[in-house]
């Protein structure tokens, strides 16, 4: 990523995955580029709907911190989604081996986290989250070592269990982090594969 690329609207900025979505249209991720995309993710993380994402309190700086220490990561990822040329929320990757997450469950180097806070709608979109979701499996799984995708929504965030789950993620324990307790939710690829057949 290039200095140059930081002043690029996100429809011209390089993707690493792109697919095109049943009705909803091209999905296209993003790398996070902390200062550039600090005021998008801000305001999308100060709103009482993403108040399980955990930064609500915080000032823009310190939410572009947090972007810039996961940016330097080999095991983490952040992504801006794009649907259809629209910024549609964030998408962030991880390595359960790698992150306090296994200190709460038995991860496997075959597991591939994910965390995800969508953008707020313009206007509502029928199936929109899980043919998005969808989306993001086939890229978390496109590695062909992985063969389960694991997610840690706030426990008390039922709305996003309630979307894990309709997207074919079971739920696993409820399990005590730092900063929540979390609802492990776990979709392998056997079920992803019977699912999309």
Known sequence: MTRADTALPLSDRESVYEEDLPALGRLRLIRVIPEADADLIYGWVREERARFWGMRDLSRDEVRDIYEFLDG??????????????????????????????????????DTGMHLLLA????PVRNFTPVLVAGLVRFLLSDPSKDRVVAEPDARND????????????????????????QLVFLTRAKFESVES
């Open 159 to 182: 709305k996003a269990i309630r979307r894990f789950q309709g997207c074919g993620f079971e739920p696993g324990s409820k399990v005590q982090l730092a900063e929540k307790e979390a």
């Open 73 to 110: 990561l080999d095991t983490h990822h952040a992504y801006l989604m794009s649907v259809a040329d629209t910024p549609a929320g964030i998408f962030q990757t991880y390595e359960p081996l790698e992150d306090p997450v296994a200190e709460a469950y038995e991860a496997r180097p075959e």
């Open 120 to 123: 707020p709608a313009t206007r």
